[in-house]
């Protein structure tokens, strides 16, 4: 698959067990899983910007979710 394919697809799976979340109780590994899935697939796109576009900053995926998972953000 190609890179950005990936990513939509990550995404979309990790909307979906956040919508089942919602509904049901669902172990927590799973949501790890897909949203380490993600957090590659980002990973590999921002990577692509920084060798072939104008992406010149640092990135820490990871980073960035944990941030914007802090309550009240």
Not at 1 to 7: A, R, S
Not at 24 to 30: A, I, Q, S
Request: proline content about 4%.
């Amino acid at each position: 698959m190609k890179p950005l394919t990936e990513l939509l697809e990550s995404n979309r799976n990790l909307h979906f067990i956040e919508e089942l979340m919602k509904k049901k109780e669902v172990p927590k590994f799973r949501f790890e899983a897909l949203e380490e899935k993600f957090i590659g697939h980002m990973t590999k796109v921002c990577e692509i910007f920084t060798s072939y576009g104008r992406l010149k900053e640092s990135f820490n995926i990871k980073q960035m979710l944990t941030t914007l998972k802090t309550p009240e953000w």
